[in-house]
């Protein structure tokens, strides 16, 4: 069944995670009012919002004070709606709004749809937030670029000859 939700004026856009480097699940989550919505993305996912975010951002005048902090730490909750596939980015110059519209990673005719409606300042710091997060995380192999594990990594370059060590 899909559902649609719709953040007209959102009083909080974020992006975090849950667990260790190697096991966090990273979320996408947005409030307005007493309506919230945490939706589960990709790492990439992430990366490519937050350096897409970046650019968008360079054209247009500074923003304001941009949340950071606490301020940007999940809510707790409950459930995820759903697993993210595809997110689009786009510029009210009208509104002076970022607008996500985010669709669910679905087999069905109809997915979910999330669309939020960020102030300049919300997308900065969903930029920063996001690549932040995402810097943290374990670093990738100089040869495969997957990531390299604490415990041993056995690179598909290599062909398991040797493993490149953090």
């Known amino acids: 069944m ?4 719709e953040f007209a004026a959102p009083t909080l856009v974020t992006i975090g995670t849950i667990g260790a ?3 966090r699940v990273f979320s996408l989550q947005a409030r307005q009012g007493i309506e919230l919505v945490t939706l589960k993305v990709e790492k990439q996912q992430v990366a490519a919002l937050a350096q897409h ?10 923003p304001g ?8 730490d999940l809510d707790p909750f409950v459930e995820t709606a759903f697993d993210v596939g595809a997110i689009g980015v786009a510029y009210d110059a009208q509104a002076d709004r970022v607008i996500l519209v985010v669709e669910e990673r679905s087999q069905d005719e109809e997915p979910s749809e999330a669309r939020l409606s960020l ?7 969903l930029a920063i937030r996001g690549t932040v997060l995402v810097e943290s995380g374990r670093p990738p192999c100089p040869l495969c670029g997957f990531p390299l594990d604490p415990s041993g990594h056995a690179c598909p370059r290599t062909n398991g000859n040797r493993s490149p060590s953090l």
Do not use: M, N
């Open 65 to 72: 004070h941009i949340p950071e902090g606490t301020e940007l």
């Open 2 to 5: 899909s559902e649609f939700y």
């Open 119 to 125: 102030s300049r300042e919300q997308a900065a710091a």
């Open 21 to 23: 480097p190697g096991h």
């Open 53 to 62: 975010l970046g650019e968008l951002l360079k054209d247009l005048s500074r």
